[in-house]
């Protein structure tokens, strides 16, 4: 079988999803604070092209073998977001960071071991601000009770985030997402360094970044909306709200020192609401924000730097409608990065330990 080519990846909109783990990243993206309504059954996804020719994922894959797969997941989503919608921009995270490390391979969910006691999720982007790994082992061990041996947990995290944007978006952002990945075995914390582009970076930076995955300048101006929901650790913008003041909105800046400490640390770093006008929605607010330099990261404010970038900020901040169908597209491209194959992969029966 024919490894699929990278295709794209990541807008490391890193940030932290915070809440029942204890602050300290600095790449911070976490969870909207208030309730949001869920649909009881998607609409018409967004048109999608099929996966590659050469790839073993396809639409519908597990009709035959598991026909309420999906269902499944959608549903232990619902749960969670419903109790605590924090977990849904946990979840859309949690489904970057997966894939900008080793590939879309549920790699970010293995536990540490004596064989290896640093995995991905113990790097500094992940540890101790990603979240939702309780809603992937729920619907894992749902679809175990139903089709033991059958959905693997790249594709349960996959489905999540497709799920969470979902239900964050108020059911504006659908998608259908082709499926058959296989989980890796291989996981390394300081992969997550090397990979994942920290809030700091400079356009330069983040274009260069993404490009060695594939990405353009598109996607990454499109992923970096995720900035919409979710909340930051005051560490990962502070720089931004001291002397001299950096370009964002003074009437911002003003409020962030009032919630921020004036150097933040591990034992002291509160968070903050990513989007101060509709920060429960996955939405195209953050792009307006953007516009009225009223977001917190240096790689939010990056995207003013040219041109180009600003143009497409523009066109998702006016154009109705036309950002949500753009994430659909950049997320299912972002979830074929790297697939692994037969040989090199396997459908983990717990999602936290090899087989």
Request: charge should be positive.
């Amino acid at each position: 079988m024919a490894r699929l080519g990278v295709l794209i990846l990541v807008a490391l909109l890193g940030a932290a999803a915070v809440a029942a783990q204890a602050p300290g990243s600095s790449y911070g993206y976490g969870y909207p604070p208030s309730p949001i309504p869920v649909s009881p059954s998607p609409p018409a996804p967004t048109a999608i092209p099929p996966p590659p020719a050469s790839s073993r994922l396809r639409f519908g894959f597990y009709k035959r073998s598991c026909p309420r797969a999906e269902d499944i997941v959608r549903e232990a989503v619902r749960n969670a977001t419903r109790a605590n919608p924090g977990l849904g921009a946990g979840l859309i995270r949690m489904a970057f960071h997966d894939c900008f490390v080793q590939g879309c391979d549920g790699s970010v969910l293995l536990d540490p071991t004596a064989a290896n006691p640093r995995p991905e999720k113990l790097g500094p982007p992940n540890f101790p601000s990603l979240r939702g790994f309780d809603v992937v082992d729920a619907a894992k061990d749902a679809l175990e009770k139903a089709c033991p041996g059958v959905v693997s947990c790249a594709d349960v995290v996959q489905f999540a985030a497709r799920d969470a944007a979902f239900f964050l978006s108020g059911s504006r952002v659908y998608y259908k997402l082709p499926a058959g990945r296989f989980d890796g075995r291989i996981s390394f914390e300081n992969e997550s360094l090397a990979f994942l582009p920290p809030p700091s970076f400079n356009l330069t930076e983040l274009v260069d970044s993404f490009r060695v995955k594939g990405l353009d300048v598109d996607d990454l101006v499109v992923l970096s909306g995720s900035h919409t929901v979710g909340r930051s650790h005051c560490s990962s913008f502070s720089d931004r709200i001291s002397t001299p003041p950096s370009d964002m909105d003074p009437g911002l800046a003003t409020i962030l020192k009032g919630q921020c400490p004036v150097n933040p640390n591990f034992t002291n770093d509160p968070t903050v609401v990513q989007d101060i006008v509709t920060p429960a929605k996955l939405d195209n607010q953050y792009y307006k924000n953007v516009l009225n330099h009223k977001v917190l990261f240096k790689s939010d404010a990056a995207l003013l730097t040219s041109r180009v970038t600003t143009r497409k900020v523009q066109e998702n901040a006016l154009i109705r409608g036309r950002w949500e169908r753009k994430f659909a597209r950049a997320m299912v491209k972002m979830s074929l990065i790297e697939i692994k194959t037969a040989a090199n992969g396997e459908i983990r029966k717990n999602c936290h330990v090899v087989n």
